[in-house]
């Protein structure tokens, strides 16, 4: 199972950028799904995240400006930043609990990080 992140770039203050996430492999299930950013030199901290029914959670310092989605039958995850600035430069990863075929536990998984930088 592998999780492909892409849509990440330069943008100027107060611009938008989507990110997207696909979940490929053999998978029967998706639990929850997230986005997670690392800034440099500091921990990796939770974005965004939405459940399997689409309930969603955001970190206090993005409410109101990004917006997480998924399509189940799809296997993605996408997260629309709004209002960008300079403290949002960081690292995106995704993240997603996964049930593989023929398993009965789920296992997290990451994709690769796509580099999200905000200046002018």
């Known amino acids: 199972v592998q999780l492909q992140a892409s849509g990440g770039g330069l943008v100027q203050p107060g611009g938008s950028l989507r990110l997207s996430c696909v979940a490929s492999?053999?998978?029967?299930?998706?639990?929850?799904m997230g986005w997670y950013r690392q800034a440099p030199g500091k921990q990796r901290e939770s974005v965004a995240t939405?459940?399997?029914?689409?309930?969603?959670n955001y970190a206090d310092s993005v409410k109101g400006r990004f917006t997480i989605s998924r399509d189940n039958a799809k296997n993605t995850v996408d997260l629309q930043t709004n209002s960008l600035n300079p403290e949002d430069t960081a690292v995106y990863y995704c993240?997603?609990?996964?049930?593989?075929?023929?398993?009965?536990?789920?296992?997290?998984?990451w994709g690769q990080g796509t580099q999200v930088t905000v200046s002018s």
């Open positions: 993240n997603a609990d996964v049930k593989r075929t023929y398993y009965f536990n789920y296992v997290n998984v």
């Open positions: 492999g053999s998978i029967s299930d998706i639990r929850d």
């Open positions: 939405i459940t399997r029914g689409g309930s969603t």
